[in-house]
């Protein structure tokens, strides 16, 4: 029993496979049409992860070096373009990923800073970088 109840004499159904439709594109059915490009180094967030924690212990120990709060915001901001000097070199020749997450923490690093001496300067009413 083949599941067919047709008449006998009748062709049965096809064997072969179903009709060729045209796709749609949302779904490709073959190779890309153009070669496509792989970033040799992708971003990762353990390179994020690792940019950013070697970042934070940078700053924390440049950070250390000041005595007050002019020192501190001038170190800060040296250890800082340090950094973003070490991000560029990663970007162009490293781990984007590391370069990343070291001029997110950087960013965060120099804000910090910025809100130590505003505070201060809101406080004494003298400009403490001078």
Same mark, same amino acid.
């Given at each position: 029993?083949?599941?067919?109840?047709?008449?006998?004499?009748?062709?049965?159904?096809?064997?072969?496979?179903?009709?060729?439709?045209?796709?749609?594109?949302? =779904?490709?059915?073959?190779?890309?049409?153009?070669?496509?490009?792989?970033?040799?180094?992708?971003?990762?967030?353990?390179? @994020?992860?690792?940019?950013?924690?070697?970042?934070? @212990?940078?700053?924390?120990? =440049?950070?250390?070096?000041?005595?007050?709060?002019?020192?501190?915001?001038?170190?800060?901001?040296?250890?800082?373009?340090?950094?973003?000097?070490?991000?560029?070199?990663?970007?162009? =020749?490293?781990?984007?990923?590391?370069?990343?997450?070291?001029?997110?923490?950087?960013?965060?690093?120099?804000?910090?800073?910025?809100?130590? @001496?505003?505070?201060?300067?809101?406080?004494?009413?003298?400009?403490?970088?001078?």
């Amino acid at each position: 029993m083949t599941g067919w109840n047709g008449v006998p004499g009748e062709p049965g159904p096809s064997v072969g496979p179903p009709p060729a439709r045209t796709p749609s594109g949302l =779904f490709p059915s073959g190779p890309p049409t153009r070669p496509s490009w792989r970033e040799p180094y992708p971003v990762t967030g353990a390179g @994020v992860a690792a940019g950013g924690a070697t970042a934070t @212990v940078w700053l924390l120990l =440049f950070g250390l070096l000041g005595r007050d709060v002019a020192s501190y915001a001038w170190w800060t901001l040296i250890a800082g373009g340090l950094a973003w000097l070490a991000a560029a070199v990663l970007v162009r =020749f490293g781990d984007r990923g590391v370069a990343t997450g070291v001029a997110i923490v950087t960013a965060g690093g120099w804000s910090i800073a910025a809100a130590v @001496v505003a505070v201060r300067w809101a406080q004494s009413g003298n400009w403490p970088l001078w």
